[in-house]
């Protein structure tokens, strides 16, 4: 997909235990799979009130089984996103192994979840991803009253490397009976290599156990 830009609103309410996928542009992606110079520019709102389920969220991607590239990616807007499900949500890719060059995403991103959760500035969960050149400009808010894990991460969760990245909003995690893991940059339960990366806003943080980094 080459070129394309998407100006729209979208609201979307579901209360049945099944899961559900949203991408600004695909929901669910099986094959190969390239964006170049595309845009997302809108709001989006999505409510999940069905338990036993998962939600994968991305303003261009919401879940691919298949490695996704993206080369001059920008999503603008806001994303609010309330579940009872496991949850991904990602400015950009909710759940996909993903190579990013030269991203922005320009949105304030708001989750209440209760269930796991991983929410990134880029990627939501990533895998073995690879971001560079990419900046986040908007704030992210996490909150819930349940004990599942949360991570939280400005650039992305679970990704392979990180290369000259700016995340220069606000994170503020609200989830006083979970345990979270934050970073301003970055979160990975293995190794990941960041380089030349910059987080410039406060990380704030209300949890049962935090494990919380500037960068990782």
Do not use: W
């Not at 595309?38 to 999505?46: A, K, P």
């Not at 999503?75 to 949850?87: A, F, L, V, W």
């Not at 220069?168 to 345990?179: E, F, M, Q, R, V």
């Amino acid at each position: 997909i080459i070129n394309t830009k998407v100006y729209a609103n979208v609201n979307v309410t579901q209360s049945f235990s099944i899961d559900i996928n949203f991408g600004g542009f695909i929901a669910v992606n099986n094959g190969t799979l390239e964006l170049i110079d595309c845009l997302y520019d809108g709001n989006i709102e999505i409510k999940n009130g069905g338990g036993n389920s998962y939600t994968t969220i991305g303003g261009l991607v919401g879940i691919s089984s298949n490695l996704i590239t993206l080369r001059n990616a920008k999503m603008k807007g806001t994303m609010n996103i309330t579940s009872t499900s496991n949850i991904s949500v990602g400015g950009l890719i909710g759940k996909s192994d993903v190579v990013i060059t030269n991203g922005l995403v320009d949105a304030d991103i708001s989750v209440y979840n209760s269930g796991d959760t991983s929410v990134g500035g880029f990627v939501g969960y990533g895998f073995d991803s690879v971001a560079s050149n990419c900046v986040m400009t908007g704030s992210i808010t996490v909150s819930s009253y349940d004990s599942q894990m949360k991570y939280v991460s400005g650039i992305g969760n679970f990704l392979k490397t990180v290369n000259n990245c700016s995340s220069d909003g606000k994170i503020a995690i609200n989830t006083p009976n979970s345990c979270v893991r934050a970073g301003g940059i970055a979160v990975s339960h293995y190794e990941v290599f960041i380089d030349s990366c910059i987080m410039k806003e406060n990380i704030d943080v209300i949890a049962k156990r935090a494990e919380v980094g500037g960068i990782t």
